[in-house]
């Protein structure tokens, strides 16, 4: 899940870039060119209904990055949890562990 949440993140962000940079002059009639080919002449509610798609492509690619570090997270508590030993927080966990040897 992690990383088709970020492949989604990435395709969505180069996708709206590369349109961005590629119509920095556009016209009036607003031609919509990626690579070189002309791929649609839009309206500018057409421009603004396909920002909010790709708005809502980056939002679920985040939201599927960001559940897959909360599930890792919530399955290592819970294979902690049946080793034996009471659950340990990231906060209750010793920072460093001091090692005492003789003579120095």
């Known amino acids: 899940m992690l990383l088709l949440?970020?492949?989604?993140?990435?395709?969505?962000?180069?996708?709206?870039?590369?349109?961005?940079?590629?119509?920095?002059?556009?016209g009036p009639d607003y031609s919509v060119t990626l690579f070189g080919n002309h791929l649609a002449t839009m309206s500018s509610f057409a421009i603004f209904l396909a920002g909010?798609?790709?708005?809502?492509?980056?939002?679920?690619?985040y939201l599927l990055a960001t559940g897959s570090v909360r599930r890792h997270a919530r399955r290592q508590v819970a294979a902690d949890a049946t080793?034996?030993?009471?659950?340990?927080?990231?906060?209750?966990?010793?920072?460093?562990?001091?090692?005492?040897?003789?003579?120095?």
């Open 52 to 61: 909010l798609a790709l708005a809502l492509i980056f939002a679920l690619g």
């Open 83 to 104: 080793r034996g030993g009471p659950p340990v927080g990231r906060e209750q966990r010793p920072r460093h562990r001091l090692i005492h040897r003789p003579g120095h």
């Open 5 to 26: 949440g970020l492949l989604l993140l990435a395709a969505a962000g180069a996708f709206t870039g590369l349109l961005i940079a590629g119509n920095l002059n556009a």
